[in-house]
């Protein structure tokens, strides 16, 4: 499955987690050299999509992979 493509345009969501969260986010991005907290939180939801269809077998389906091609920058709160 691959769903980035760094030619496709992206879209703006707004995410709300605790504050907690955000520091270890915050620590992840600095630790591993990420250019920010969207593109490390955009890594982290592939890698999860990726094993849950692996670990389901299942594929997820085409209509909902444009959807996730589709997420961009995140706006934190």
């Given at each position: 499955?691959?769903?980035?493509?760094?030619?496709?345009?992206?879209?703006?969501?707004?995410?709300?987690?605790?504050?907690?969260?955000?520091?270890?986010?915050?620590?992840?991005?600095a630790?591993?050299?990420?250019?920010?907290?969207?593109?490390?939180?955009?890594?982290?939801?592939?890698e999860?999509?990726?094993?849950?269809?692996?670990?389901?077998?299942?594929?997820i389906?085409?209509?909902?992979?444009?959807?996730?091609?589709?997420?961009?920058?995140?706006?934190?709160?």
């Open positions: 499955m691959a769903f980035i493509n760094r030619n496709r345009r992206t879209k703006v969501i707004t995410l709300r987690i605790e504050e907690e969260l955000n520091r270890l986010i915050e620590k992840a991005v630790m591993f050299g990420y250019r920010s907290k969207s593109d490390y939180i955009r890594e982290a939801i592939i999860y999509l990726t094993e849950f269809e692996r670990e389901h077998e299942l594929s389906p085409e209509e909902v992979e444009e959807k996730i091609k589709g997420v961009g920058t995140i706006i934190y709160v």
